[in-house]
Nanobody
Framework: QVQLVESGGGLVQAGGSLRLSCAASGRTFSTYTMAWFRQAPGKEREFVAAITWSGGNTLYADAVKGRFTISGENARNTVYLQMSSLKPEDTAVYYC????????????????WGQGTQVTVSS
């Protein structure tokens, strides 16, 4: 099993920044790709960004490209999501996810999930 714990969410004004962290523990060697998804009230959970542990290849949703940056720190088994130029529409619960497969935007590919952290952007 792999356990994922997110942190770093909070309330921020539009235009501000936040950094989310996701600490992985357990059988982390079984994971290849880490990702962030988000779910706003009344909406489906959607892909935000993903990164591979080896090589650091990344993938972003169009809605966040140029504003968000995903990075990983292998020694700490931790993945980060640096969010800048935040907009009210970025308000959502942000979830960390892990997969044994390569980069993907599809929710079903990711086997392990964290509990989520709330990000609220005020206008």
């Amino acid at each position: 099993q792999v356990q994922l714990v997110e942190s770093g969410g909070g309330l921020v004004q539009a235009g501000g920044s936040l950094r989310l962290s996701c600490a992985a523990s357990g059988r982390t060697f079984s994971t290849y790709t880490m990702a962030w998804f988000r779910q706003a009230p009344g909406k489906e959970r959607e892909f935000v960004a993903a990164i591979t542990w080896s090589g650091g290849n990344t993938l972003y949703a169009d809605a966040v490209k140029g504003r968000f940056t995903i990075s990983g720190e292998n020694a700490r088994n931790t993945v980060y999501l640096q969010m800048s130029s935040l907009k009210p529409e970025d308000t959502a619960v942000y979830y960390c996810a892990a997969s044994a497969l390569r980069l993907a935007t599809t929710r079903g590919v990711y086997r392990y999930w964290g509990q989520g952290t709330q990000v609220t952007v005020s206008s």
